[in-house]
Structures are given as C-alpha cells and as structure tokens.
T-cell receptor, first 114, second 113 residues
Framework: NAGVTQTPKFQVLKTGQSMTLQCAQD?????MSWYRQDPGMGLRLIHY???????DQGEVPNGYNVSRSTTEDFPLRLLSAAPSQTSVYFC?????????????FGPGTRLTVL | AQTVTQSQPEMSVQEAETVTLSCTYD???????LFWYKQPPSRQMILVIR??????QNATENRFSVNFQKAAKSFSLKISDSQLGDAAMYFC??????????FGKGTSLLVTP
C-alpha cells in the first residue's frame, strides 16, 4: 500500500493564480480531510469528506474548494491564490469504524504564494 | 469546540535521559481519543501513540508512554532513553468525530548528545 499520497511536494504561485493539490489514498478509507500548517499554529482543518459525494467545511475553509467523486481521491482547489495561503498542506484519511479516529497523513505540500 | 493546549513551545533533553511533554485539552464529551504525533524535519506526520478515553490503563509503545488523567483532562507524553532520532516537533491531538483531529500548537524537542 502506498498509503496517502500528495502531489506536488512543492509549488510556487503568483497571487490570483488557481491550482489543485492532489490527494489519493489506497486504504479504502471513507473519511478524508485537508489541513493547513502554519508556523506556531499547529494543524487546522480546511475541509473534510465522510464519503464519496459528501464534503463539508472545517475551521478555515475560505478560499478553498473540494470535491469527492471517488473514495480514493480528494483534491483541494485554490480558487484565487493569496499570500495568506502560503502554508504546508496535509491530506489525511481515516477509517469510519474501528480505527479510533487515527488519521493517516500524506507527506504534505509546501505552497508559496508570491 | 474542543481545544488542545501544549504549554511548552520547546523542550530539551540529553541523550539517554527521560523527558515529559505536557498536553491539556478541553471537552464535554465522554468518549474520545487522544494522540501524540511526531513531525521530524521531513515534515511527515508520524503517529507515536494513541489513547482511548474509556481505557484507564495508560498506553505504551516501546520507549513512549502516556500519563492520561481524564478528570484533569491531561495527557502527557514520556519519552524514555531519549535518542537523537527523537528530535522533532510533537503534536498532541484530540479526536471524537472520526474525520478530523484538533491539534495543539506543538512542542519542539531538542535532543543533545
């Protein structure tokens, strides 16, 4: 199993550009989530999904869009990048039952918006 | 909303010694899970240990153990026989939804030879 994979690992954008961060998991997890990590702030939840076709907002959703058309994939879209979105982004997945809320994380994407 | 507080931004320990990282949390739930994750410079989030709130017995994983005090809402991590490879950022996290965790701000652990 590859676990949770994310692409790209690094990205530089200009203000106003759009892009999609890719996330995929091969563990057949129903739950998937996106977090951002800023210095001194820990990880904060952006959006999450409890199954294909079902998404919802987390703590810091503004400026981001998600969709979940398959169980495996959960892309995060930046609609119009802003310098405040410079951060490290993590995708995570978890079991619906029996997993005790354990989240499995991808390697992260470091995004810089100029 | 549940909050997780790590009051030690930085800690230092000598190799082979023991160090304890502190974490407190706030919740009105009775069933939940608590975690410690390690983040080395590679930035990969690595699960260190997990505690179920309904279990009174403290979780242990090799050199890592926790002191879980449910009434005090305290969840500290003890690292015994510290090794250079233990140097990392450590995050305490709370979960009861299945799809997301609430994280503390982290404690940076330095291990000196």
């Amino acid at each position: 199993n590859a676990g949770v994979t994310q692409t790209p690992k690094f990205q530089v954008l200009k203000t106003g550009q759009s892009m999609t961060l890719q996330c995929a998991q091969d563990m057949n997890h129903e739950y998937m989530s996106w977090y951002r990590q800023d210095p001194g702030m820990g990880l904060r939840l952006i959006h999450y999904s409890v199954g294909a076709g079902i998404t919802d907002q987390g703590e810091v959703p503004n400026g981001y869009n998600v969709s979940r058309s398959t169980t495996e994939d959960f892309p995060l879209r930046l609609l119009s990048a802003a310098p405040s979105q410079t951060s490290v982004y993590f995708c995570a997945s978890s079991y619906t039952t029996g997993g005790g809320d354990t989240q499995y994380f991808g390697p992260g994407t470091r995004l810089t918006v100029l | 909303a549940q909050t997780v507080t790590q009051s030690q931004p930085e800690m230092s320990v000598q190799e082979a010694e023991t160090v304890t990282l502190s974490c407190t949390y706030d919740t009105s739930e009775s069933d939940y899970y608590l975690f410690w994750y390690k983040q080395p410079p590679s930035r990969q989030m690595i699960l260190v240990i997990r505690q179920e709130a309904y279990k009174q017995q403290n979780a242990t994983e090799n050199r890592f153990s926790v002191n879980f005090q449910k009434a005090a809402k305290s969840f500290s991590l003890k690292i015994s026989d510290s090794q250079l490879g233990d140097a990392a950022m450590y995050f305490c996290a709370y979960g009861n939804s299945g799809y997301a965790l609430n994280f503390g701000k982290g404690t940076s652990l330095l291990v000196t030879p």
